[in-house]
């Protein structure tokens, strides 16, 4: 029943733009596109720089992974920093870390909580891990 000023569609178009068909496509689509970004960023890298008080880069400091496992965290990984300050860790297997930084001589960082999505989704610290002699 339609009027004559309301074109009247085929009742395939009609289906296919009801609202109990375009909302639960939308949702399958939106979930493909999670996932499809899931797979291509779940390689466990977690990376940043050190520096030292000043903000240069600190050449052989000792930067330490933390996971949480269910009631604190606990050291998972250990690396040293190259002669740019940089470092890395691979294969983190959680959502739930802390990454820490020392090095004799020029101090300790606070450990740094980091927070992810999802387990083991690469994130690259945009802020470096600051060392100082006043850090607890």
Do not use: C
Not at 95 to 108: F, L
């Amino acid at each position: 029943m339609s009027t004559d000023d309301e074109p009247v569609r085929p009742r395939r178009r009609r289906w296919l733009l009801n609202r109990f068909v375009l909302v639960p496509a939308f949702l399958v689509l939106l979930a493909a596109i999670w996932n499809v970004w899931v797979v291509t960023h779940s390689h466990g890298i977690v990376a940043g720089r050190v520096v030292d008080s000043s903000g240069a880069p600190v050449d052989g400091a000792e930067v330490k992974l933390w996971v949480f496992n269910f009631t604190t965290f606990a050291e998972a990984a250990s690396t040293t920093t190259s002669a740019d300050g940089s470092f890395e860790f691979t294969d983190n297997p959680s959502h739930n870390i802390q990454v820490s930084a020392e090095k004799p001589g020029v101090g300790r960082s606070q450990r740094i909580p980091i927070r992810l999505y999802f387990r083991s989704e690469d994130v690259i610290l945009k802020q470096p891990l600051r060392l100082s002699n006043a850090a607890s």
